[in-house]
């Protein structure tokens, strides 16, 4: 991982827990983004608030205390020791700011993108897809073998498994998708800094096949709120989502499908039918989720998802815009302004896919990118750093792209090749 960014510093600063001997609480997420839009309107970044000379701006334009924004910013030094404390355990932030941070949550969340991520694990899968696999913590053996049986099938057919790390459902799942080899995502609501030391989380975290990531402090205790929160993290992360088991109207698992349901747009949201399944199961297929098909004969979850779930995407309602908008003073017309970082903004716009059709899954996506930079053949290793993704996630998309006859494997040494 880089170097922290100043932006991301500042934002630090400003709403990270960095322990006592402060008065004043770190800012919300209302109130960061009351700052966010007053620095977009002055063209700065939140570095340019680390020099203070522009605090009592901020505090007369947004109506937030002076005094606190001073005594949040002045944490230089308890900010020096809780980086090199994370460093030192293994762990990263990044901020809104970041080019790392997903782009899903920008799109998707919009206000609501928490400022900081901290994790563990390789930040190049903090760029999801997959499938969510959510449920219950008190769930029955069927749920349990339900949850664990998807998890492992998406694992072999090369689709990441996103979950909460709760106990119950997303627990099993993440285990069984490791244990098969596959690429777990697990959005915490707490005690991120414990789980990520646990000898099987630094097994899986070495191989490059599992990513922690929480919006909250690293030993941030269990709170209801926190939990409930993270919910639209795991869905915002993924491709779809799989609801195993729901109590109707109770719970962090009713509630996060429900808000996904009533997202515009959403993801789609599967349910499971078979066995006995709970009440809110059922109450979600009214409130437009899908039933879960079968996998007997699919060996890719990316293709039967995607078909399962035609005609459900919802269009964006009218008015719906971008992470935060401006006016252009003395104009009266829109301007869309993106909080990112300059590097970010170098980027290179990519060319517009023919025909206006969009993949429908980052394996889509990428394939050509692969085949492109296989002008002459490459081992895995090799390809990865060249462009700049992780190992583990590398080799799946290699397996399909070889199954599938897009690719040729050679031997001696093993490496990959286009097909002529």
């Not at 990513?211 to 929160?229: D, Q, R, Y």
């Not at 195993?244 to 789609?268: C, D, I, N, Q």
């Amino acid at each position: 991982m880089k170097p922290m960014s100043e932006d991301t510093k500042a934002i630090l600063l400003l709403c990270g827990h960095l322990g006592s001997g402060c008065n004043f609480e770190p800012l919300s997420l209302g109130d960061y983004n009351q700052i966010v839009r007053w620095l977009l309107a002055k063209t700065m970044r939140p570095a340019d608030l680390l020099a203070g000379t522009a605090i009592h701006d901020v505090a007369l334009d947004t109506g937030i205390s002076e005094e606190r924004l001073n005594a949040l910013v002045q944490r230089g030094v308890k900010l020096g020791f809780a980086v090199e404390q994370w460093n030192q355990s293994g762990l990263w932030v990044v901020s809104r700011s970041d080019a790392e941070y997903p782009r899903r949550y920008k799109e998707h969340l919009k206000e609501k993108a928490p400022p900081l991520l901290f994790g563990a694990g390789d930040p190049a899968l903090l760029q999801g897809g997959g499938l969510a696999i959510v449920g219950s913590r008190d769930v029955d053996e069927a749920g349990q073998a339900f949850a664990g049986d998807v998890a492992a099938w998406c694992a072999r057919g090369g689709m990441p498994v996103v979950s909460g790390g709760a106990r119950g459902v997303d627990q099993i799942a993440m285990a069984s998708a490791l244990e098969a080899g596959g690429i777990v995502i697990g959005v915490l609501a707490d005690t991120l800094l414990r789980r990520s030391v646990t000898r099987e989380a630094r097994n899986a975290l070495a191989d490059g096949r599992l990513l922690l990531v929480s919006p909250h402090h690293p030993e941030a205790g269990f709170t209801v709120g926190n939990a409930m929160g993270r919910n639209k993290l795991i869905y915002a992360l993924a491709d779809y989502g799989l609801v195993v088991s729901a109590e109707h109207k109770k719970g962090g698992t009713w509630e996060g499908a429900f808000e996904e349901l009533k997202r515009r747009p959403g993801r789609p949201v599967f349910v499971r039918l078979t066995g006995h399944v709970p009440v809110g199961n059922r109450k979600l297929i009214e409130l437009g989720g899908v039933a879960f098909p079968g996998t007997a004969g699919y060996e890719f979850p990316a293709g039967l998802l995607k078909k399962a779930s035609a005609g459900t995407a919802v269009p964006p309602e009218a008015g719906d815009l971008p992470l935060f908008t401006q006016a252009v003073i003395g104009r009266g017309m829109p301007a869309m302004v993106r909080e990112t970082s300059p590097q970010e903004e170098k980027k290179p716009v990519e060319p517009p896919v023919a025909c206006g059709v969009l993949p429908a899954t980052i394996y889509e996506a990428v394939l050509p990118v692969i085949e492109a930079a296989l002008s002459k053949p490459a081992a895995a290793a090799e390809l990865a750093t060249r462009l700049a993704v992780s190992k583990a996630q590398l080799e799946i998309w290699l397996k399909q792209a070889v199954s599938e006859k897009k690719l040729k494997k050679l031997t001696k040494p093993v490496r990959y090749a286009r097909r002529t």
